[in-house]
């Protein structure tokens, strides 16, 4: 199974200047990302301290990636990199070595 490091960054001028109307659409995008942590999609999340861009770590497949990101579009820009563990690493390159 695939995991990814995916890096975000909010869109501000896409959020309500309103406090109320941001905290509401906040609280909305939050409730998305606890969603994906309840069915075991995301296994860690986290915001920076500046609070417009963060992290989260996922397991799983592309197609289901693309599909749980465009969820937060298009108040949200993604960076995704897909991660190998250190044992895919020397997997790999003992199969390079021989």
């Known amino acids: ?10 869109d501000m001028s896409r959020f309500p200047i309103d406090p109320k109307e941001r ?8 409730g998305t990302v606890k969603q994906l942590i309840a ?3 995301t296994s860690d999340w ?6 417009a861009a963060g992290y989260s ?3 799983g497949g592309a197609t289901e990636l693309y599909q749980d990101l465009q969820k937060f579009s298009p108040y949200i820009k993604f960076n995704v990199q ?8 020397l997997e790999a390159t003992k199969a390079i070595t021989g």
């Open 39 to 41: 069915e075991g999609k």
């Open 46 to 51: 986290g915001i920076f301290l500046q609070g």
């Open 82 to 89: 897909e991660v190998l563990s250190v044992d895919a690493v």
């Open 57 to 59: 770590v996922r397991e």
């Open 1 to 10: 199974m695939a995991k990814y490091l995916v890096t975000w960054e909010a």
């Open 23 to 30: 905290a509401s659409m906040v609280a909305g995008l939050a």
